[in-house]
């Protein structure tokens, strides 16, 4: 058996390369790139850009540098891309992008939507190949990708002699090089001339053969219902098992290869004429990492590696001290759904007599005895209705002297496409956060499914309706050690319906005390736009370390370990000085920090022989499975072969976490592990999570959080009370 990487080492050729360096200004860049950007490769390289050539003579004068490849990989991969990018054009082939260098192929037998909607379609879904560089183990390596991408090859005229309605829809204008660049959403229509408005709020005027529509998820869905009507549904299915399929190990290996072997097989030179080389993969199989299941600890201490199977036998960890047993919930649903809305909640509080996980539904599975329950109905699927039914139900509890322990509210997948102060969805979370009730949501089209089906989503949902109320399913099993360790997880969400001015990057940060997985979220779950994350940062860490210090009894000298994980391009300068400065409070303590960058975009995959023969997930690797690029970085597979559920699945990707050098707590192969753990924690599903509970946690509390900042009325200080402790997110 044997497992490889789709990173290919290069060849260093022991050849100097003569260079011209001068002081480094963005424009200067740009003007040297479109002058003689055909004959010359430019590099910035720190406050200087190097220019190379081909005939040893330069645009403009400067310092003369001698560059050793063999000390230099940083310019050496420079110039392999470089090198790479002039082939491809050569051949006329357009690859775009540098970072990465992107080549969507123009063949016919390339196009997934042939076999499906024809040639003459105006989308496609082409195959798309990435080629990067990166250093693995040392040595540098070419990285090839395969994926796919959907492309547009007719402009706006097309759509709208199709009877197309482009209003409200988002169009792009090509650029000399072919790139696309957005331009803004169609306001207005008149013959064959379209008014645009920009990010900026300014309305231009363009014709519509000049313009493509964005070749995004909507324009695309849309225009497959206007062409084919009811037959939409089952064709968007065959699309995404097309494409699933065509992401599959053997089918992502097999065109890795062919681009592989044709760079091996063809002369492509750097600058200078020198030869780009590079070798096969070489088999991995003994330098990669296997991780242990984490065991979860449940009631009176039993402990399972299987959280099903945990719960099932020992029940939720908090269940001799859950104190909202016999609870009060109250349902809001439309006045024409009830009956079958009632016969869903009965599911959820009873169980499905004949579900393999789930007979014994919210109240036996969790020993929460038995619900008093009370339905409220909307009259319409207003705004209005909703306010009413759900002001019936709180005034109803409030006169009776109590308060409801979960609202179950029933909404539609249509609200999905309402602005954020006309969605009942976001009303409804709104009034009974307001009043401390957690709220469930669920869709009216849930309730279609099969009982075998809704056995698996009511599992989940009553999952997160235990952890909303409060209750804690179950913790990780830890292994104790000699600091105290607090996981600090920071996610972000783009809030905004339209894009341009209004679009907001919300930064969420949640706290996690990571030897059990017990989470501190009271008071210290926050939302911010990005300007104000720092302080932000600095203000929940603070109040983090002051509960936690007199709830675990620091003692002075003790060692604090903080560890925090995120999903950015890099840690800048003002998150790491805002830690310090909170680090520099407490003096009395041994403290020392990671910061953990977590990546999903990398290109990189794991191909493992051992499942070569599965049925689903071939060449895919185990859950677990960890390869170590250096002594900062490694490969993280958190979804694993045996986690697919599908045989159309495609391939699982895995994440890479880099510590940050900065840090003074480096220990790879112990963060891994930890963050591995975390990934299985999640209180939304039962199935391992592609990212840790850290990350994904708080993507969901600056989600909500975002969207509930855009309601009249809103105040996060809701969060200050009982409800803030609890999973109020999932």
């Not at 199709?162 to 660049?181: I, N, P, S, W």
């Not at 399972?304 to 649903?333: H, M, Q």
């Not at 840090?663 to 039962?686: C, E, G, M, P, V």
Request: hydrophobic share 35%; glycine share 8%.
């Amino acid at each position: 058996m044997s497992i490889f990487l789709n990173a290919f080492p290069l060849k260093i050729p022991d050849v100097e390369l003569k260079a011209l360096q001068n002081p480094y200004e963005k424009e200067t860049l740009d003007t040297l790139r479109a002058q003689y950007g055909s004959t010359h490769s430019f590099r910035r390289q720190g406050d200087n850009i190097l220019i190379f050539s081909g005939d040893g003579t330069f645009p403009i004068s400067g310092t003369p540098q001698t560059i050793s490849f063999k000390d230099n990989f940083g310019i050496f991969c420079s110039l392999v891309k470089d090198g790479l990018t002039r082939h491809l054009s050569g051949l006329g082939r357009n690859p775009s992008g540098f970072t990465s260098i992107q080549l969507v192929s123009a063949k016919p037998e390339d196009n997934l939507l042939v076999p499906i909607l024809g040639d003459a379609y105006p989308f496609k879904v082409c195959a798309k190949y990435t080629i990067d560089t990166r250093t693995v183990q040392g040595h540098p390596c070419l990285v090839i990708d395969c994926t796919t991408r959907r492309v547009l090859k007719e402009n706006g005229l097309h759509f709208l002699s199709a009877g197309f309605d482009l209003m409200g829809r988002y169009v792009v204008t090509e650029q000399d090089d072919g790139y696309r660049k957005f331009l803004g959403s169609v306001s207005a229509c008149n013959d064959e001339t379209l008014n645009v408005t920009r990010p900026d709020g300014q309305i231009v005027q363009v014709d519509a053969k000049d313009v493509y529509l964005e070749a995004n998820r909507a324009n695309f869905d849309d225009y497959i219902l206007h062409t084919h009507g009811g037959k939409k549904d089952a064709i968007v299915e065959r699309i995404r098992q097309a494409v699933s399929t065509f992401n599959g190990g053997e089918n992502k290996k097999a065109r890795i290869d062919m681009l592989k072997n044709y760079i091996q097989s063809r002369t492509i030179a750097l600058i200078n004429g020198t030869r780009i080389e590079i070798e096969d993969s070489p088999d991995i199989q003994c330098e990669c990492g296997q991780m242990q299941k984490p065991v979860f600890v449940f009631n009176d201490n039993g402990e399972a590696d299987w959280a099903e199977k945990g719960l099932t036998k020992y029940g939720p960890y908090t269940k001799r001290t859950f104190d909202r047993n016999d609870p009060s919930i109250c349902v809001i649903c439309a006045q024409h759904d009830k009956g079958r809305v009632e016969q869903f909640v009965r599911k959820l509080l009873k169980g499905i007599s004949n579900s393999k996980y789930f007979s014994s539904g919210l109240e036996g599975k969790f020993a929460l005895g038995t619900s008093r329950v009370e339905v409220f109905t909307t009259t319409t699927d207003s705004l209005d209705a909703y306010k009413n039914a759900i002001e019936a139900a709180i005034r109803k509890k409030a006169d009776d002297g109590g308060c409801w322990d979960l609202a179950l509210v029933q909404v539609r997948q249509s609200f999905k496409k309402l602005k954020v102060t006309e969605n009942p969805y976001y009303l409804g979370k709104s009034l009974f956060f307001l009043h401390q009730v957690p709220v469930q949501d669920f869709t009216i089209e849930l309730l279609g499914q099969s009982d075998y089906s809704l056995g698996y989503s009511l599992n989940n949902m009553a999952l997160a309706c235990y952890a909303k109320m409060g209750g804690v399913p179950w913790l990780l099993k830890s292994s104790p050690t000699l600091s105290h360790e607090l996981v600090i997880g920071i996610g972000s969400a783009n809030i905004g319906q339209e894009r341009g001015a209004d679009n907001q990057r919300i930064m969420g940060i949640t706290t996690v005390f990571s030897g059990d997985g017990s989470y501190i979220v009271s008071n210290t779950s926050k939302a911010v736009v990005l300007e104000a994350y720092c302080e932000a940062l600095t203000s929940v860490l603070g109040e983090t370390i002051q509960k936690i210090q007199k709830r675990m009894n620091w003692q002075k000298g003790d060692t604090i370990r903080l560890i925090f994980h995120a999903q950015v391009k890099k840690f800048n300068k003002e998150e790491i000085a805002a830690v310090r400065a909170v680090i520099d409070k407490y003096r009395e303590y041994q403290i020392e920090y990671a910061f953990l960058k977590i990546s999903e975009d990398h290109g990189l995959h794991m191909f493992d022989s051992a499942t070569a023969g599965a049925q689903k997930g071939k060449l895919a690797p185990q859950r677990g499975k960890t390869f170590k690029f250096s002594k900062h970085e490694m490969l993280v597979y958190l979804i694993g072969q045996r986690e697919l559920r599908n045989d159309t699945d495609g391939h699982p990707r895995g994440l890479i976490l880099d510590v940050h050098k900065d840090s003074t707590f480096k220990d790879i192969k112990y963060l891994s592990a930890q963050l591995h753990n975390f990934a299985s924690h999640s209180w939304r599903s039962y199935f391992p999570n592609p990212l840790p509970v850290t990350i994904s946690y708080s993507d969901l509390i600056a989600r909500n959080l975002g969207w509930l900042n855009q309601l009249p009325g809103w105040n996060d200080s809701v969060m200050i009370g009982k409800i803030g402790q609890s999973q109020w997110f999932l």
